[in-house]
């Protein structure tokens, strides 16, 4: 299979557009303003012969571990903290006849208190929640069930750059059975023994200007 997007190129820096979190215009009163939040358009091809479904993940694996030190003014992330996956997209159960998911359409804008999990308006498959779910869970003003695509944000003080890993997977079943608030980690479990092919695209992003000063020098 091959997975490509008109969005970003493969292993390029992933825009604004399609950001949860870009640098603010201000830093005094900020270091970040939120982004338009816009799904990122993916296309795909060469499915294998039997493919009957087709589902997204998209995870940024260089999050930090631990959350001791991130956005925390006078600190830095190191780049040796340990790191684990943050999910930032869940859809299953794509027809099998659809070969692309325009820019936009999944996600355009940040939602307080997140977008409902399930069906996507536009038929396109059943949505997830991600990870920001867990992360706003003690935030008054930001907490509830965040489904469906949410862009990178990472800590602006952390010294990794981050990449984000976009997967299709072609499905040999219609559909994985799965509702309600079902997360990445259920997605994967139920795709088990049903995964015909595979393609990833990865995106970079980072808040931090001193990462992306060393990145363009």
Known sequence: ??????SFESNGPIPGEF??????EQPADSPVSMA?????????SDAPEGTKSFAIICR????PATAEDVNKEGKMVSFRVARVDF????????????TQIPAGSHSDGVTAGGKPPGATPNGQGLQGVNDYTGWFANDENMK???????????????ERLHHYHFTIYALDVETLGL??????TAALEA???????RADLVGTYTLNPKVSVALSS
């Open 1 to 6: 299979m091959d997975l490509r997007s008109e």
């Open 19 to 24: 950001a949860f979190c870009v640098p603010a």
């Open 36 to 44: 338009p939040n816009r799904n990122p358009q993916l296309a795909w």
């Open 60 to 63: 940024d694996p260089d999050a």
């Open 87 to 98: 999910c930032h997209w869940v859809l299953i159960d794509i027809p099998a006849t659809a």
């Open 144 to 158: 509830g069930e965040y489904a469906g695509y949410d862009g990178p944000c990472p800590p602006w003080n952390d």
């Open 179 to 184: 509702s309600g608030s079902f997360d990445g």
């Open 191 to 197: 795709m088990e023994g049903h995964v015909l092919d």
